[in-house]
């Protein structure tokens, strides 16, 4: 396993993960989305829950295969509707200020 480990860490770009993995891919698809497509990736084994820690074939199959998923999210959705990274979560969920909020925030004007 840990050959497999040593292989991981050589990448570098999505690119790199996606031909490792034999993944085709739109280079479309990963200029626009590559960040969130790895994030994605890490998110995908965080809960995989049955990694074999001896047979690194499985491993391999896995990984692929969490992998493409990551990506196929992106071939079909943006990153700003899958909401990866928080800035694109915090913005679904916009805050409203009101201008008397706003007035009641400043400080106090001499003779107005």
């Known amino acids: 396993?840990?050959?497999v480990i040593q292989q991981l860490r050589q990448l570098s770009s999505a690119e790199d993960f996606l031909r490792f993995f034999g993944i085709v891919f739109d280079e479309k698809v990963v200029n626009?989305?590559?960040l969130h497509i790895m994030r994605r990736f890490l998110q995908y084994i965080e809960q995989e829950k049955e990694l074999p820690p001896d047979d690194a074939t499985?491993?391999?199959s896995i990984y692929r295969s969490l992998l493409q998923n990551a990506?196929?999210?992106f071939v079909v959705s943006?990153?700003?509707e899958?909401?990866?990274?928080k800035v694109f979560q915090e913005a679904a969920?916009?805050?409203v200020v009101s201008l008397e909020n706003l007035r009641a925030s400043l400080p106090a004007r001499d003779g107005v």
């Open 1 to 3: 396993m840990q050959g």
């Open 78 to 80: 943006t990153p700003a």
């Open 32 to 34: 626009v989305s590559r």
């Open 71 to 73: 990506y196929n999210d």
């Open 82 to 85: 899958q909401k990866v990274f």
């Open 93 to 95: 969920g916009r805050h």
């Open 58 to 60: 499985a491993a391999l």
